[in-house]
């Protein structure tokens, strides 16, 4: 099936600085979503991304959805310690018909040095 | 905010017996999802329904077994639990819509984490 290759796995940085992560794929996708899961909690939806070259802000974080509809991008400026977390990008893949479930990357594990 | 609530949130019990995970949605979303994720690492579709009455099971193979009889709950059910059960579940909805991948937007529950000893 289609795969989304998240990178980087893991980034470990200081208190106000910036954050850069990506996800791409072999295949086109028509949407993509980050989420962010803190420590034992389910993932929670930040941005979605719903056209190619959208480019899309939610306070800190910002996220666009390629041209190529291959690859998004998630940044997060001036960051602190509660954006420690992982963070996945998904996007939906046919399953079945018209059907669709959700492809989720491996995630990228951020922790915030204060 | 999402309204997906997920019972129990933490769980420890002894191999051989038999567990039920709850998952319920206020949203009335057609589409539900069950995915295990072991600390740090992916997320694995165990489960989805697209409705009453439906049931498929996801990429990993699980013993668990679901059902789907009311619209807003979504049990799963492990009959005999087992050490390598031991993860943590996280329950999801979405919409059923027309406009097809649109739709994906997956709200996820708190997640249970189940420790089988």
């Known amino acids: 099936g289609q795969q989304l290759n998240q990178s980087p796995q893991s980034m470990f940085i200081q208190e106000g600085e910036d954050v850069s992560m990506n996800c791409t794929s072999s295949?086109?996708?028509?949407?993509w979503l980050w989420y962010k899961q803190d420590p034992g909690e389910g993932p929670v939806l930040l941005i979605a991304l719903y056209k190619a070259g959208e480019l899309t802000s939610n306070g800190r974080l910002t996220a666009q959805f390629g041209i190529t509809r291959k690859d998004s991008f998630l940044n997060i400026s001036a960051s602190i310690p509660s954006d420690v977390g992982i963070y996945f990008c998904a996007g939906p893949t046919i399953s079945g018909g018209s059907n669709y479930k959700l492809t989720f990357g491996k995630g990228t594990l951020l922790t915030v040095n204060p | 905010e999402a309204d997906i609530y997920q019972t129990p949130r933490y769980l420890v019990i002894g191999t051989g017996k038999k567990i039920t995970l709850e998952c319920s949605q206020t949203?009335?979303?057609?589409?539900m999802y069950w995915y295990q994720q072991d600390p740090g690492m992916e997320l694995h579709l165990i489960h989805y329904s697209y409705g009453v009455n439906s049931t498929e099971k996801g990429d990993l193979s699980s013993e668990s077994t679901v059902s789907r009889i009311r619209t807003e709950h979504f049990p799963l059910t492990l009959e005999s639990a087992r050490p390598s059960h031991t993860s943590q579940y996280l329950c999801?909805?979405?919409?059923?819509?027309?406009?097809?991948?649109?739709?994906?937007?997956?709200?996820f529950g708190p997640g249970t984490r189940l420790l089988v000893l």
């Open positions: 949203m009335g979303h057609d589409k």
């Open positions: 999801a909805s979405s919409e059923l819509g027309t406009s097809g991948s649109l739709q994906e937007t997956q709200y």
């Open positions: 295949s086109i996708f028509n949407t």
